[in-house]
């Protein structure tokens, strides 16, 4: 995937080049601009026929993602896409192979190779009731190529060593090693209260996690107070 992020470094987008018969996977939505390509809506499964539909319906239900996701396709040497995000902040670019795949929090990913996907891994019961990563289900890369993410804020990687795990509010998680380790519990107190935090990540192995520096819940939460409230009459 040639690409360039244009734009500065709060709202940027990426400028996503395509070659004849090219093709991309876009977040559905997600589509600024487009020259000499297609978009196509497909059903959100690598899975064909009926079983692709139930796959994802399936995934639509257990992970907050949607059914669709959107090809885009080159129909000349010289077509491109623009892509933005839903929320202002950083774009990154993962590269995925044989060595290296991802776990991604739910709304990180932005677009990726079409040899690239990512497909539904379970979690044990404990992190499908106090996650915020997809319930029963978390999202795992698969194949070889570029996949971009997105985040509130900017993208920052922390390094986990087996000396060292880190706790990360889940909130702040953009995507992680899918060879690490995770736990996931209640910071401190009482589900937090005591301190304000929420859920936390402890990652556990050797690895990195990528991490958003805004909270787009603690942003609406600030916000909140300030908002006209609907009234009777």
């Known amino acids: 995937m040639n690409f360039k992020i244009l734009g ?29 390509a297609h978009l196509e ?3 959100n499964s690598s899975k064909k026929g009926f079983g692709g539909v139930l796959s994802a319906i399936g995934r639509s239900i257990t992970s907050g993602e949607s059914m669709f996701i959107t090809h885009a396709t080159g129909e000349s040497e010289d077509a491109y896409v623009g892509a933005a995000p839903a929320i202002p902040g950083k774009i990154h670019c993962l590269h995925v192979d044989a060595n290296k795949q991802y776990r991604l929090n739910t709304g990180a990913f932005l677009a990726c190779d079409d040899s690239v996907e990512y497909v ?52 702040h998680v953009v995507a992680w090693d899918a060879t690490l380790n995770y736990d996931i519990s209640i910071a401190s107190g009482t589900f937090g209260f005591t301190t304000g935090e929420g859920l936390v990540n402890e990652f556990h192995g050797e690895g990195t996690v990528l991490i958003q520096t805004r909270n787009i819940h603690s942003l609406a939460d600030a916000v909140r107070p300030f908002l006209p409230s609907s009234t009777s009459n």
């Open 41 to 43: 809506g497909k059903m």
């Open 8 to 36: 500065d470094s709060d709202c940027p987008l990426v400028h996503i080049e395509l070659r004849t018969d090219e093709t991309i996977k876009l977040e559905r939505g997600a589509m600024a601009y487009i020259s000499n």
């Open 120 to 171: 539904m891994k379970s979690q044990d019961l404990g992190k499908a009731v106090f996650g915020g990563t997809g319930g029963l289900f978390v999202m795992e890369t698969q194949g070889e190529g570029d996949l971009l993410v997105s985040a509130f804020g900017d993208i920052l990687a922390l390094q986990v060593t087996r000396d060292n795990p880190i706790r990360i509010d889940n909130e």
